[in-house]
């Protein structure tokens, strides 16, 4: 019987779906970094964001931009690009592709940015990649390497830094706590936990002990030293439809998992919830999410939830709504519809070939997108 591993957050979309992209990068604040309020846009079309601030109060805002989200000619589309604010966030300048000198011409570009000030006030850019450049799914030669610039804009490629050789190393989340350096990343499907690598210097790194999941969360996000703790943002599940927080003061053992209020999934593709707290200012988070859903953001009962389960799951495939179901779509790698229904059926038997898809629920309320990872 073949495994469906099936998850929601929208950076694998990205990197499997560049044709298209209909998700923005919505900002908001907080206090006290659970109850979160004043939504608004911060980029449209644009995705997996990590936000870090330099000692000289320069907040730096890394993402996969896609300014022309169904051309992928735009020498912009699917690249990294920053945009920078020296007012703890209040404006911000306008989006910029990064550059990263020396790095590889036969490499996948860099996708799943991930920024850390380093020791010595640089700034360290981790991102996954792959040494095959015609790569079109992910699997265990997907790894994380990283790049150093001293202005968040113009970097240095240094290299590898962190590769499992039965697992993808993607989505990192770095984070110095105390004198180590902290690296997480999802180990297979999200809610399973995720990989943990410790440093000393944020460059050679050991494997350690992997953090548990409970199964419901999903490990897809980034960390953020509080004071003497480290803080894990994750991407919500279905079923709570809620960002989520958990926290260390070791990296090793964490606390509760505490659900936040204030931000919701946008048509199940709110995800990668980045957190910063500038000097004697608010938490600003920065997440995915749907400009089109700014107006509703304080009504969680009109948000439309659609799971698909179980994970993982055989041959049928389950969806789970309160709305009636207009058509489900089910799309390959390469963008091409191979499975479609109009029916109003919560279970669909599609007898896939091993690969990884999305499927595409519309609803009366709106549309979700899931991706399928079959083996």
């Known amino acids: ?40 846009l911060f980029e449209a079309q644009a995705g997996v964001p990590s936000v870090a601030q330099h000692t000289t109060g320069l907040l730096s805002c890394v993402f996969q931009w896609f300014p022309s989200p169904t051309n992928q000619s735009n020498p912009s589309f699917d690249k990294i690009a920053v945009k920078q604010s020296s ?14 000198s020396g790095y590889p011409p036969t490499y996948k570009r860099p996708f799943d940015p991930t920024l850390v000030v380093t020791d010595n006030g640089n700034l360290r850019l981790y991102f996954s990649a792959s040494r ?9 030669t997907v790894h994380t390497y990283s790049a150093i610039s001293p202005d968040g804009i113009n970097y240095t490629y240094e290299g590898v830094r962190v590769l499992v050789d039965d697992s993808i190393t993607i989505d990192p989340a770095v984070a110095k706590l105390g004198n180590t350096w902290h690296y997480t990343c999802p180990s297979g499907p999200p809610q399973a936990g995720a990989h943990h690598f ?58 509760p998992y505490t659900n936040c209020t204030g931000t919701l999934p946008s048509n199940g593709a709110q995800a990668d919830p980045a957190v910063v707290k500038p000097s004697s200012a608010n938490y600003l988070m920065i997440y995915v999410g749907k400009q089109s859903l700014l107006g509703t953001l304080e009504n969680i009962s009109e948000n439309l939830s659609v799971v698909v389960y179980p994970n993982p799951t055989g041959d049928k495939i389950n969806i789970s709504t309160s709305e009636k179901i207009t058509e489900i779509k089910i799309i390959d790698a390469h963008g091409k519809i191979i499975f479609i229904t109009t029916e109003d059926t919560k279970c669909i038997q599609p007898f896939l070939p091993t690969g990884v898809y999305l499927v595409e629920v519309q609803t009366s309320k709106g549309k979700v997108q899931h991706k399928l990872l079959i083996e």
């Open 1 to 40: 019987m073949r495994n469906i591993f099936i998850s929601i957050f929208i950076f694998m979309i990205n990197g499997l779906f560049p044709q298209a992209h209909t998700f923005d990068l919505i900002i908001c604040k907080s206090s006290d970094g659970i109850n979160w309020a004043n939504n608004a």
């Open 87 to 100: 007012d703890n966030g209040l404006t911000w300048s306008s989006p910029q592709l990064i550059s990263i």
């Open 132 to 140: 095959n450049g015609m790569l079109t799914l992910l699997d265990s």
């Open 198 to 255: 410790i440093s000393g210097d944020g460059l050679a790194w050991t494997r350690t002990t992997a953090v548990t999941s409970d199964m419901n969360h999903n490990w897809t996000g980034n960390l953020l030293i509080d004071g003497n703790e480290m803080k894990f943002y994750g991407t919500p599940n279905p079923q709570t439809n809620a960002i989520w927080m958990r926290q260390t003061n070791n990296g090793f053992n964490w606390g």
